[in-house]
């Protein structure tokens, strides 16, 4: 669906009337959508969070993306001095559940939320704009009309704490040799080959990549089935991943059992 002018203007005001913004990106479905929004994600200069199907996340030349912002979160709800005026999310369902806790601790006036699917996730009721459009073109029209935030600070705060955390992640996991599913999680991130694809298990799979992943390895296409299908569901789903993308071997993750296709 293509943008039209009303909405790009409207999220034009909102975010060059913000001083203190947060970009929320979810799951990305092309490499056009993922170069759009980290050129957006660049001209906006907010604080980033990934979601880890977004590929942002795995991702280390974006320089205001908080890798570790689910732990962040967990600690001190970023302790924000100033009130959270904007948060836009580009993607459908977040799998953080601290973001959503932040959402409703600090409600923002503004929560835009830029789809391009039918589908709902708004638990709390706090979507205050819903933009139903092609991800990468929305990015294109938006790109122009917007400046560049001069407020740095909380992007500042975020990157030294996200930096303590991936450091503090290392130490504790380097101190044992036992496989624990937050190493597991970090030596997938870090050792999958580029050209391969990953395919992550609902429930605890999907959660410790997206808090644990290191950005450190190749940043490869990642999804996953938030369904309640099982074990024989997400084997199906993610046959059909590795179908799509027939150029690269896909590697799906269920814990239990970690196998290639």
């Given amino acids: 669906m293509v943008p039209n002018g009303v909405s790009i203007n409207q999220v034009t005001d909102i975010i ?5 913004g947060i970009l929320a990106v979810c799951q990305l479905k092309s490499d056009a959508d993922i170069q759009a929004v980290a050129q957006l994600a660049e001209k906006l200069n907010w604080p980033v969070f990934t ?31 100033q009130p959270l005026k ?12 601290r973001f959503m806790q932040l959402l409703e601790k600090h409600q923002p006036q ?4 830029v789809i391009d699917d039918p589908f709902r996730h708004d638990p709390a009721h706090n979507v205050s704009l819903r933009i139903d459009a092609n991800i990468s073109l929305f990015c294109q029209q938006l790109l122009p009309t917007i ?8 992007v500042k705060q975020l990157q030294q704490q996200s930096q303590l955390v991936n450091q503090s992640v290392d130490d504790f996991l380097g101190q044992s040799q036992e496989i624990s ?10 050792y999958i080959p580029q050209q391969h694809g990953l395919f992550l298990a609902n429930s ?11 950005c450190e390895g190749s940043p490869v296409a990642v999804t996953a089935n938030r369904g309640t299908s099982g074990i024989e569901g997400t084997i199906a789903a993610a046959a059909g991943f590795a179908v799509c993308w027939l150029e690269f071997t896909c590697y799906c993750s269920y814990w239990r059992l970690i196998f290639s296709i």
């Fill in 16 to 20: 060059n009337q913000t001083q203190t």
């Fill in 51 to 81: 979601d880890i199907q977004s590929k942002i996340r795995l991702e280390s030349s974006l320089q205001n993306v908080i890798h570790y912002f689910d732990q962040i979160l967990l600690i001190d709800s970023c302790n924000l001095r």
């Fill in 86 to 97: 904007t948060v836009l999310q580009i993607g459908s369902r977040i799998t953080s559940k």
């Fill in 110 to 113: 503004n929560y835009v939320v």
């Fill in 147 to 154: 400046g560049k935030s001069q407020n740095p600070r909380l």
């Fill in 181 to 190: 599913e937050p190493s597991v999680a970090r030596m997938i991130s870090r």
């Fill in 204 to 214: 605890m799979p999907i959660r410790d990549m997206d808090m644990y992943a290191t």
